[in-house]
Structures are given as structure tokens and as C-alpha cells.
């Protein structure tokens, strides 16, 4: 009698298949691991468990992955708000999801900050939402790159402090070398409730709200 064939258990597939979105997803998880420092192409593989030269035959590089990320991440930021509320307070609901999303990758913030947005799609539909909200909003043209960009930094730079130590502004030892200091540290909203981040980010926001007032029309 002719050998009975051996049936392939169900399950887990001999060869892993890669998609744009396990490539993705996976890159980030290097990234939040070990750092931007200890991203490249065989670490990605590794964690795919495939070899590079698989990799490659669907990531073209390591700067392609990178606009995979930034494209996955900018397509979490609420940009909805923009056609649905007034500029102020769609400026402060983008701003809240855009910090948001960053605070929780934080690593990524000094890659993603200078990507270019060619080859990025829903990156550019973020701006382009973005923008959009401006010029309803009265802004003209010229100044609204500005804006977001200086926005922007403001965000990137509160996502770091979202996850910076809470202590990180007690002075110790040293508190009697700087007593003005000190006592404005005590004195900081948020500190008891252990929100003194959030606190800092929305006055800084607030701030910069006001100061944009009347400058779209200037």
C-alpha cells in the first residue's frame, strides 16, 4: 500500500508572511525597545524572524519603514475636530491627540520631527485637514506653516515632558542655593493630583491660542 501523506497541522503558516503592516508594527516595536540607535534592518528582521533579504523584497529601506510609522501614527491624530468645532478649541483637541500619540512614542519624536512627508499620505492628510481649518478659520496662507510648526514643537516637547519623572524639577539638597525656584515648584499646579504635566501643557497651549489671536488677520 502506498505510504499514507503526512497532513500539515493547522496553524501557524512554514513561512511568515510580511505585509506593509507587520513590517510596520514591528519596526515600532524595535524602536520603543531599544531606541532609535538600535534600529536597522537585521533588527527588524529579527523580529520578524525572516532573513533581511525577505525584508527587502518588501521594504526597499530603512527610511521607507520609517514613513510607514509616521504614516501610521499622524493617521491617530484627531483631525476631525477641525471640521466639526471652532478654531480654538480644534486647535486644543488636535493638539491633546497629537501629544497624546506622541507621549506614547516618545523615541520616535527626534525621527518622525524631521521625516519629509513625500511618500506619506496620511501624514499629508493630516496637514492638509489641518490646514484647511485655518483658512476657515480666517489665516492667511503665509502664515500657517508657521503656526503649525511652531505648534508642533510645542507638542513634540510636552510629549517628552508627559512621560519625564515627576520629581524631575525637585531641587533636594540644594533647594536652599535656589528658594525662589523651590517654592514655584511647590506652588505648580497639578503636583499633589501628580498632574503637573498636563497642567504645564495646557497653559502652554492656552497661551499660545491667545497669542495667535488676531494674527491670522494681521
Not at 521625516?115 to 499620505?121: E, H, R
Not at 493630516?126 to 483658512?135: C, H, P, S
Not at 515648584?185 to 493630583?193: D, F, L, T
Request: hydrophobic share 50%.
Amino acid at each position: 500500500m502506498p505510504a499514507a501523506r503526512t497532513r500539515r497541522s493547522a496553524g501557524r503558516p512554514s513561512k511568515r508572511v510580511l505585509t506593509r503592516e507587520n513590517i510596520a508594527a514591528a519596526a515600532l516595536e524595535v524602536i520603543t525597545a531599544g531606541g532609535y540607535e538600535g534600529f536597522t534592518m537585521s533588527s527588524l528582521a529579527a523580529r520578524l524572524q525572516v532573513a533581511p533579504s525577505a525584508l527587502y523584497n518588501h521594504a526597499s529601506s530603512k527610511a521607507e519603514v520609517l514613513r510607514w510609522i509616521q504614516d501610521d501614527l499622524m493617521a491617530e491624530v484627531d483631525v476631525a475636530c477641525f471640521a466639526e468645532l471652532p478654531w480654538n478649541d480644534a486647535v486644543r483637541t488636535w493638539a491633546r491627540s497629537y501629544r497624546a500619540v506622541f507621549a506614547r512614542h516618545t523615541p520616535l519624536i527626534a525621527v518622525i520631527a524631521v521625516l519629509q512627508v513625500s511618500g506619506a499620505p496620511r501624514t499629508l492628510a493630516m496637514y492638509e485637514a489641518v490646514t484647511e481649518g485655518f483658512l476657515r478659520a480666517g489665516w492667511k496662507q503665509a502664515q500657517i506653516i508657521p503656526a503649525i510648526v511652531a505648534l508642533e514643537s510645542f507638542i513634540f516637547g510636552s510629549a517628552f515632558d508627559a512621560v519625564a519623572p515627576e520629581d524631575i524639577f525637585d531641587t533636594g539638597s540644594l533647594a536652599g542655593a535656589s528658594p525662589l525656584f523651590t517654592a514655584a515648584v511647590a506652588a505648580a499646579p497639578g503636583r499633589e493630583s501628580g498632574k503637573a504635566a498636563e497642567q504645564a501643557f495646557e497653559t502652554g497651549l492656552d497661551a499660545m491660542i491667545r497669542g495667535f489671536a488676531g494674527f491670522s488677520r494681521a
